[in-house]
């Protein structure tokens, strides 16, 4: 596969997640436990009353299972197919109420309106333009009964400067995968090229990818959900659920909790 120049703000296109699909739950697995508590914390007093969902950009279907083992009779919609192949295994293992639905975040349509969507791990940021958000806040609008939840998370742009920056190296058994990620303040753009090593038999082969992301600030965030039909936007800090992670301090990433219009 063809490398860009490190450094390089490409033309944004949504690229599926492919190697990062197959090792995503070994590669990201530390993000489970703060993710998983700022939830809690935040859906708490929600949850309860919720009998249909749908996890947004779900990658391997993690949180779908967790919101199906309470219960609730769970969409999971993600883009990339060899995501949506590894939550189908997960969920048919677990016999749980999982339907896997591959479409884009900005058009995607559900059988049923839900009571809840979720939108976790900075997904929301990994649309290609900027004007995305209100394309996805519309469709996510339409696809809610009145009243229900949109609960996400993104990177900020103080996110981009603290993470999205320099080059990182992962390791596990039989797989080794080199970052080098960079970001553009001024188009508050974030970019990941991946190097991956994975081992097969006694050769290691070599693979290329790459993750593109955009930022929004929180008047841009407020504005657009005010505007696509949403009556209330609470936001957190994430940064208190990510104590172990001193990169991800006060500012970097919010998590969001609006909710459509009863009206
Ligand atoms: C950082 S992962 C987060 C996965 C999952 N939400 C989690 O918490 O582990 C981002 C996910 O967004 C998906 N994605 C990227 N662009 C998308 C789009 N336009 N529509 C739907 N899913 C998308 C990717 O395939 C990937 O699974």
Redesign the pocket.
């Known amino acids: 596969m063809r490398s860009l120049p490190v450094g390089s703000c490409a033309p944004m296109r ?1 690229r ?2 492919r190697w990062l ?1 197959q090792y ?1 739950d070994q590669l ?1 697995s530390p993000l489970r436990f703060p ?1 998983d508590t700022a939830r809690v914390r935040v859906l708490g007093r929600i949850l309860p009353g919720v009998k249909t969902a749908c ?6 279907g ?2 779908a299972l967790v919101l199906a083992r309470k219960g609730i009779k769970m969409y999971a ?4 197919p060899h ?1 949506c192949q590894l939550a189908r295994e997960k969920a048919d293992r677990t016999r749980l109420p999982v339907r896997v639905l591959r ?4 058009r995607f349509w559900l059988p049923e309106a839900v009571d809840l969507i979720t ?5 929301l940021n ?2 290609p333009h900027r004007a995305d958000l209100r394309t996805v806040a519309k469709a996510v609008e339409r696809a809610l009964r009145p009243g229900g939840h949109f609960y996400f998370d993104v990177n900020n742009s103080l996110g981009f400067e603290r993470y999205w920056s320099g080059t990182v190296w992962f390791e596990k058994p039989g797989v080794a995968v080199v970052m080098r990620n960079g970001h553009n303040s001024n188009a508050d753009r974030a970019w990941s090229e991946i190097e991956w090593f994975i081992r097969d038999g006694r050769c290691w082969r070599r693979h290329h990818e790459r993750v593109d992301e955009v930022c929004w600030g929180s008047d841009e965030v407020r504005r657009i959900f005010h505007k696509t039909g949403f009556d209330q936007l609470r936001a957190w800090d994430a940064a208190p659920f990510f104590k172990n992670n001193s990169r991800i301090g006060p500012g970097c990433r919010t998590i969001y909790l609006a909710r459509k219009s009863r009206g």
């Open positions: 949504i599926p997640y699909a995503y990201f993710m996890d947004l950009a779900c990658g391997t993690t949180t919609v993600d883009l990339s995501m479409a884009d975040m900005r939108c976790e791990l900075d997904a990994h649309v």
